[in-house]
């Protein structure tokens, strides 16, 4: 893996000569650099060369990500910004509405960490977290005029959502679950902090994988070394996941994924602001307001990956998980997800049943079952592709696309729609 180089002679001469009159308007241009928009035109090469970037010792991509996996950071308190932008199609206040639905969670409590955090999918949001230690964190999602907490205390996780006064409670029946790692980590599956993206991406690094050092950044006031990840295959629609790396404790700082098509950040997340001294006792306590509706739920028995029931079969281990209740897979006929293809081009492959089972998927093509409106709602949403499986339909964001057969078949992975009709014809 390539190591870090500094900026050349050449660059540093011309940067100084055109110093004075370029300051001014490094200060424009760089935020919009942090927001991911136009992060790799020509234009910004040098606006970056003289926005100040620290000057750090030569570290190689295999040191950097070795550091990553040492940090140790026990005690933090900051504020992270988030902000996904997946391209989904405006649907006049739809998705908005789907989002709300999804909040009531476990026993309808709108306070359930689990989906409430379901809203960090879309949009821009201000997170402020806090740790100290593996038993204690904090993650609390400023809303409007309200505010969203999820509080692990020891054996305790706590959901408290202002607005509705409602109180979501667990216990953990193994300290650490819920709260474990320094950041005020939140529930299992739901990315909130830089360090929890950067784990998720650092499990992808193999050998479809290129990883160096891309120079230094300032993030939230501290020094930081820039690891950039792109894929060695083509055919996906992550372009660069860059990952902003403190250059003293090694705790990611911001992680940013760019795709393939360009234009702004489908993920970026990011501290604007940390402390890691240790916060006060007093952040991780938690009463129940009077008069708030309490929903107890099940005690976390700590489940680890690959434990779970209700998937069979050679499905990744990041889907190894439990069916929602009543849906279990074969009591709606759907058969275990499996995968096809290697690293970023990696396509989940499930059969949702077909045509003659009558439970498959509405892809909106002519003659596939279900409601005519709904299927032409959802026809007008995405692309009808045809090819040696027969017909369907591709549904598209900015990462993840999926294609839908009419036969009840659905591929879906971070890859272009040729490579899921190239998948589809090959499954023939």
Not at 55 to 83: R, Y
Not at 87 to 103: I, K, T
Not at 125 to 146: F, I
Not at 407 to 427: F, I, M, Q, R, S
Request: overall charge neutral; cysteine-free.
């Amino acid at each position: 893996m390539a190591p870090y180089e500094s900026d050349d002679s050449a660059r540093a001469a011309e940067a100084d000569d055109r110093l004075a009159g370029r300051r001014k308007a490094a200060r424009y241009v760089v935020p919009v650099a942090v927001v991911g928009v136009a992060a790799a035109t020509i234009g910004l090469v040098p606006a970056l060369a003289d926005s100040g970037d620290p000057s750090l010792p030569k570290i190689t991509a295999q040191q950097l990500i070795e550091k990553i996996a040492k940090s140790d950071v026990q005690q933090l308190s900051g504020t992270v910004k988030v902000s996904t932008d997946l391209g989904l199609p405006n649907l006049g206040g739809l998705e908005s509405g789907l989002l709300s639905g999804a909040a009531k969670g476990h026993g309808g409590s709108s306070a359930d960490p689990q989906s409430k955090l379901l809203e960090l999918a879309s949009g821009t949001h201000t997170l402020r977290v806090a740790a100290d230690g593996p038993d204690r964190g904090k993650v609390s999602l400023l809303e409007n005029a309200a505010e969203y907490s999820v509080i692990h205390n020891g054996k305790d996780v706590w959901g408290y959502d202002s607005k509705s006064n409602e109180v979501f409670h667990s216990a953990s029946a193994e300290s650490g679950h819920a709260g474990e790692g320094a950041e005020g980590k939140a529930p299992r599956d739901v990315p909130a902090t830089p360090k929890d993206f950067a784990d998720e991406v650092l499990k992808s690094v193999d050998d479809t994988t290129s990883v160096t050092v891309d120079g230094t950044e300032h993030v939230a006031g501290r020094d930081a070394y820039k690891l950039l990840i792109k894929p060695r295959q083509s055919g996906s629609t992550v372009g660069a996941i860059s990952i902003a790396v403190d250059s003293r404790t090694g705790l990611p700082l911001k992680s940013t994924l760019t795709p393939a098509s360009g234009g702004a950040a489908v993920v970026d997340a990011g501290f604007t602001q940390v402390d890691f001294s240790r916060p006060a006792a007093s952040t991780f306590a938690f009463t129940p307001p009077k008069g708030a509706k309490v929903t107890e739920g099940d005690t976390l028995k700590g489940a680890k990956d690959g434990e779970s029931k209700g998937l069979k079969g050679d499905e990744p281990k990041n889907m190894k998980k439990a069916w929602p209740k009543g849906h279990e897979a074969k009591a709606d006929g759907l058969g275990g997800p499996k995968t096809i293809g290697k690293g970023w081009n990696s396509i989940v492959v499930l059969d949702a049943g077909g045509k003659d089972g009558g439970k498959g998927l509405p892809s909106g093509a002519s003659g596939s079952t279900g409601n005519s409106g709904v299927d032409g709602f959802l026809n007008s949403l995405g692309d009808h592709v045809t090819g040696k499986f027969g017909s369907g339909t591709v549904y598209s964001t900015r990462l993840v696309n999926a294609l839908i057969t009419d036969d009840g078949k659905v591929y879906a992975g971070a890859v272009t729609k040729a490579a899921l009709v190239k998948a589809a014809n090959a499954a023939q």
